[in-house]
């Protein structure tokens, strides 16, 4: 499995993402600086967290007209891997290859802490390596994570089976204490319709070595690795 | 010309910052105030011919850009230069 690691100017979890594709977990790596016009046949695309452009104007809304943009969304297409972490996921609902959109922390407060997150679906290759209904441990660090979807959309996104993370507490119950930012529903996460694209504020890279605090997020990086779901493109 | 535009949050959003806002508002003593809503403020100087031209560039980069449909609306007008 071949990994892209996108970078902006203005991100900042590159290298992160990276340490645990080619460090911890063994997988090829390449870097895509936002100026590629191709993916270097990668088989999952990360856009990973920071401040793209340095979110100028809204969170995600320059990065999106990034040349790599272009090519990400036609790999999307053709069922590529494509995974959104914290500034990705605001990157990826700009571009519109996710629904909704990521406004203020409704406490107004940047928010760095750990998390518990319900994991609604393991059948993606993206949580394949979680149990059924596994609660994991994994750190948010954002300002604008507060998902807002309108109702209708909501209800969608709901019936479809496409929230894929959900904040809860230790126990899993999702319950609006354990909400960090005021997201509707508690989401945390997101899948597209099709299921290759995912969309989350929480960083799985930040808790993926013992060191760390937590090894939680290695099973979604190790999901993918594993995946069946080899890469669809046609 | 200049297209001075505004952007603000759909009624249906939250809006944390107008909250905040309104709050600090009550507490120095501005207790008529009964909503506040903190948007955005953009001025885009258009080299056009004529304001009708102005009107349907202007529409297009706030749907393509300057406002998310999702979470805002927008208004715009559109004055001369010089007068600001």
């Not at chain 1, 943009?69 to 996921?89: K, P, S, T």
């Amino acid at each position: 499995m071949k990994f892209g690691v996108v970078v902006f100017p203005g991100t900042w979890s590159d290298r992160d993402c990276g340490w645990v594709i080619d460090q911890v977990l063994g997988q090829e790596l390449t870097y895509l600086w936002h100026k590629d016009t191709d993916l270097k046949g990668c088989d999952c695309v990360i856009i990973p967290g920071g401040f793209a452009y340095g979110d100028y104007l809204r969170t995600g809304a320059l990065a999106r007209f990034a040349p790599v943009m272009e090519q990400i969304g036609e790999f999307a297409d053709r069922g590529g891997l494509v995974w959104g972490i914290c500034n990705g996921f605001q990157v990826l609902c700009e571009a519109g290859l996710l629904p909704g959109a990521l406004i203020r922390n409704a406490s107004l407060e940047y928010r760095c802490q750990w998390t518990n997150l319900l994991v609604e679906r393991t059948d993606l290759p993206f949580t394949s390596q979680c149990e059924e209904r596994d609660v994991i441990r994994v750190p948010i660090s954002h300002g604008e994570g507060n998902y807002f979807a309108d109702p209708a959309t909501l209800s969608r996104l709901e019936q479809r089976g496409q929230v894929v993370l959900r904040y809860c507490d230790a126990n899993g119950r999702v319950v609006s204490a354990a909400n960090p930012n005021g997201s509707l529903h508690n989401i945390a996460g997101i899948i597209n319709a099709r299921g290759n694209v995912l969309g989350m504020m929480p960083h799985p890279e930040r808790c993926a070595e013992r060191e760390l605090g937590g090894t939680d997020g290695l099973k979604l990086f190790r999901s993918v690795a594993e995946s069946a779901f080899k890469v669809l493109v046609s | 010309m200049i297209a001075r535009v505004i952007v603000t949050p759909k009624p249906m959003v939250n809006d944390p910052q107008g909250i905040t806002v309104k709050q600090g508002l009550a507490t120095l003593g501005f207790r008529e105030v009964s909503d506040v809503r903190v948007g955005k403020y953009i001025e885009v100087t258009l080299d056009v011919s004529s304001e009708h031209e102005a009107r349907a560039r202007v529409e297009e980069m706030c749907r393509q850009l300057l406002a998310n449909h999702v979470i805002e609306d927008f208004h715009f007008d559109i004055v001369r230069d010089g007068h600001r």
